[in-house]
């Protein structure tokens, strides 16, 4: 089954405002995880990525937060914009390259303009 | 353009009828994905190839067929066994035997007439 899960399967925010999605993670053993954000009728696109070794990585305006003690992904996007409007989906390697991406079910952000 | 390309964008299938999803990549990526996608839901495994000539089953292989005969193209065969086969089919490729991110193609609904 999932190892992966969401929090908060819906969030709201103000355009401008900061975004946090969650998302946990079961196995200990995941050294790779990956956001991705999908709009509708579209195939997912990659956000940004973290490695085992990192609890931060910063890219455009996009934030993830690792904490292996608790098993705990974050994406935080700032100043939200309306273009941010999608469903995120985290995802986590276990182990072996070869193995496939588990990917949570998704959170669907929706910005108030 | 690099990139993966599925084709058709829609398709319709009848009873009974097998249909096959193209998926081509440019990526020179060793290892292809398929999944499925139901509304409002997250991304289930379908079947996986890490190289040609090989391939595995994922989560809900059952009603589904595939073949790796090129490096480039993975096709989906949605056969008559699969009784619900309506939903959003998305491949994946990613550079084989390490951690990285897999990327999607646009994805193709499959409606049943």
């Known amino acids: 089954g999932e190892s992966v899960g969401l929090h908060l399967p819906t969030l709201s925010v103000q355009e401008g405002d900061n975004s946090i999605i969650n998302c946990a993670y079961s196995n200990s053993a995941s050294d790779y995880f990956i956001w991705y954000k999908q709009e509708s009728g579209k195939g997912p696109q990659f956000i940004i990525d973290i490695r085992s070794n990192m609890d931060k990585r910063q890219g455009q305006r996009v934030t993830v937060l690792l904490n292996k003690t608790v098993k705990h992904l974050s994406l935080q996007i700032a100043a939200t914009q309306p273009g941010d409007s999608a469903v995120y989906f985290c995802a986590e390697n276990m182990g072996s390259g070869n193995t496939p991406l588990v990917f949570g079910k998704g959170t669907r952000l929706s910005v108030i303009a | ?113």
């Open chain 2, 1 to 113: 353009d690099g990139g993966i390309t599925q084709s058709p964008k829609y398709l319709f299938r009848k009873e009974g009828q097998n249909v096959t999803l193209s998926c081509e990549q440019n990526l020179n990526h060793d290892a292809m994905y398929w999944y499925r996608q139901d509304p409002g839901q997250g991304l289930r495994l379908i079947y996986y190839s890490q190289i040609v000539n090989d391939f595995q089953k994922g989560d809900i292989a059952e009603g589904y067929s595939v073949s790796r005969e090129k490096k480039e193209s993975f096709p989906l065969t949605v056969t008559s066994a699969q009784k619900n086969p309506t939903a959003f089919y998305l491949c994946a490729s990613k550079i084989g035997g390490t951690a990285e991110t897999q990327y999607f193609g646009p994805g193709t609904r499959l409606l049943v007439l």
